[in-house]
């Protein structure tokens, strides 16, 4: 019998901030369906919930991936709403729990 894996979130992720870093905490359900030989039907057999695989996952691609292109983008810089004349020099980013610090010297 051929097997058929389904898998979809079961709530948004969970974005959480603590001291030097971000982790991203999905929460993703994979269920298995037996597919049936004698008809287009197919017969759950069971459901995971794959937290703790998923975070390791996704953190891994963020912090190889996504942050060192993140930061290549923060590098180049991106235009603020600031008053005529007005500049901003040696940015910094902080991630600390529950809030990010964008920190600038003002000229």
Known sequence: MELELETSPESAPFL???CGSVTLLPVIDIQAFALLPTSSDRKPLFQLRVVELMEAIFNYYALH???TSLNAKLEEGFPL?????THLNSLELQVHENFLL???NLD
């Open 102 to 104: 964008l920190g600038a």
């Open 65 to 67: 991936t996504l942050y």
């Open 16 to 18: 959480m901030f603590t």
């Open 81 to 85: 709403p600031l008053p005529r004349d």
